[in-house]
């Protein structure tokens, strides 16, 4: 009997999956992951002199180094990338399900992002470590239309990456949908709403929030906007003024924070 076409699809994407890698570049973003005991870890290259300075951790993690000449590093990299004479080949980490992370902390209501097609690995790096900051529970993107894992959002993560959950599920809508029933407050950020995040907030900080941001430019698109339960905006000094999503991101959270 011939298989459906979608049972097809999605073995191969399991597959695919299955067989997907990332390079990781740069002595922090290298260093953290080797010290993370969940980071399954393929292949690590190294200069001498940043063998040396990662001694420590590459002991820690018990890879066996393949020391290059710098003027030699393989073109495992874009030839764009700082990679301070370290790469590390990894598969992703896997966070589990959103049940698994949405869950609080103790007593400290728990905090989530959520990313509406912001597909820039700088932005999304950015963000994790903000998330890692302010205590959230995880930062969620989509399968399709978000940053995946990378060097680059390695990187400019500086560690958070290894530390912070970073989700990517299928359908974003329903993932709001999802949180809702869980309990959650989820407020999509909009500069165009009428309500700031802080009235928005006012004596609900007790409450699990979910945060959810738009790209630059086109922000959250319409069925995100439907989704939601409301539209809230940062308040700006003069009442006007504009923050790249990172940025936005790290002021929400903050806005966002349980109170004691």
């Excluded at 894992?149 to 990187?155: M, N, S």
């Excluded at 400019?156 to 309990?183: C, H, K, W």
Aim: charge should be neutral.
């Amino acid at each position: 009997m011939k298989k459906p076409k979608w049972v097809v699809e999605k073995e191969q994407a399991k597959k695919v999956a299955a067989a997907e890698t990332v390079w990781l570049f740069g002595l922090h973003a290298v260093r953290d992951a080797l010290q993370n005991p969940a980071r399954e870890k393929l292949r690590l290259i190294v200069t001498r002199n940043a063998q040396d300075k990662l001694a420590e951790a590459i002991a820690q993690s018990g890879i066996e180094p393949e020391q290059v000449d710098p003027r030699k590093f393989p073109k495992v990299l874009d030839p764009q990338s700082v990679h301070q004479g370290a790469a590390l080949e990894v598969k992703p980490l896997n966070w589990g399900s959103l049940e698994d992370c949405a869950i609080g902390a103790g007593d400290t209501p728990p905090r989530l992002v959520l990313l509406d097609r912001v597909t820039d690995p700088h932005n999304v790096g950015a963000i994790l470590r903000s998330a890692e900051v302010f205590g959230a529970q995880a930062v969620i993107g989509t399968r399709h239309h978000s940053a995946p894992e990378t060097g680059a959002l390695a990187k400019t993560a500086s560690g958070a990456l290894e530390r912070q959950p970073y989700l990517r599920l299928r359908n974003l809508s329903d993932t709001i949908v999802a949180l809702q029933g869980m309990g959650y407050i989820v407020l999509g950020l909009d500069g165009e709403a009428e309500t700031t995040i802080d009235q928005a907030l006012e004596g609900k900080n007790d409450r699990a929030i979910a945060l959810v941001m738009g790209a630059e430019g086109p922000g959250l698109r319409q069925k995100t906007k439907e989704t939601v339960d409301q539209l809230v905006k940062i308040d700006f000094a003069a009442g006007f003024g504009s923050l790249n999503v990172s940025n936005a991101a790290a002021v929400a959270l903050y806005a966002a924070r349980p109170k004691p």
